[in-house]
Antibody, heavy 116, light 108 residues
Framework: EVQLVESGGGLVKPGGSLRLSCAASGFTFSSYSMNWVRQAPGKGLEWVSSISSSSSYIYYADSVKGRFTISRDNAKNSLYLQMNSLRAEDTAVYYCARDNRGMDVWGQGTTVTVSS | DIQMTQSPSSLSASVGDRVTITCQASQDISNYLNWYQQKPGKAPKLLIYDASNLETGVPSRFSGSGSGTDFTFTISSLQPEDIATYYC??????????FGPGTKVDIK
């Protein structure tokens, strides 16, 4: 079964850091670009970051540029999002999603809450 | 940056009704548009890619059309399980993906 499972969310104070992970299974992870997409409470979807299959190309939304770092370990079939200098407006459910003619496989999401 | 708008923002329809949602891009995006369904508390699900192609396993009552700046998503016969929020997404302006604001569909 093709599957993505996120982990690492939690409650963090403003200015703090958190590292999200996304474990992939059921497909050749190293063949696909991957994305992080977030959804603030009661709001729509916001693309956060993308990484190409070999990590050659990495992109960020302006809202997180300079604070978030996406990475992947193809040997471990895992995607990561290092989030630093967190702000209240980063509070959201964070999804990882496979890039294939659209984002065709999504994880269940992990919740990040930034609050003092 | 490309902006995406959707209308209506919400709608109520009866089971069996034909439902149409429109999505407009602020500039020509060719057919680089996808449609997603998101049920409450769940992750989004890809329904339509490249404006009009049905993702594998998606019921044929869902369809998409359009190119350039104007796109349409249609549910030919609304079913109770279609209650969800629907989002369009452009990917013409890679590497930036932009989602529309969403259209919430419920049963009248």
């Amino acid at each position: 079964e093709v599957q993505l499972v996120e982990s690492g969310g939690g409650l963090v104070k403003p200015g703090g850091s958190l590292r999200l992970s996304c474990a992939a299974s059921g497909f050749t992870f190293s063949s696909y670009s991957m994305n992080w997409v977030r959804q603030a409470p009661g709001k729509g979807l916001e693309w956060v970051s993308s990484i190409s299959s070999s990590s050659s190309y990495i992109y960020y939304a302006d809202s997180v540029k300079g604070r978030f770092t996406i990475s992947r370990d193809n040997a471990k079939n895992s995607l990561y999002l290092q989030m630093n200098s967190l702000r209240a407006e980063d509070t959201a459910v964070y999804y990882c999603a496979r890039d294939n003619r659209g984002m065709d496989v999504w994880g269940q999401g992990t919740t990040v809450t930034v609050s003092s | 940056d490309i902006q995406m708008t959707q209308s209506p923002s919400s709608l109520s329809a009866s089971v069996g009704d034909r439902v149409t949602i429109t999505c407009q891009a602020s500039q020509d995006i060719s057919n680089y548009l996808n449609w997603y369904q998101q049920k409450p508390g769940k992750a989004p699900k890809l329904l339509i890619y490249d404006a009009s192609n049905l993702e594998t396993g998606v019921p044929s009552r869902f369809s998409g059309s359009g190119s350039g700046t104007d796109f349409t998503f249609t549910i030919s016969s609304l079913q109770p399980e279609d209650i969800a929020t629907y989002y369009c997404q452009q990917y013409d302006n890679l590497p930036i993906f932009t989602f529309g604001p969403g259209t919430k569909v419920d049963i009248k």
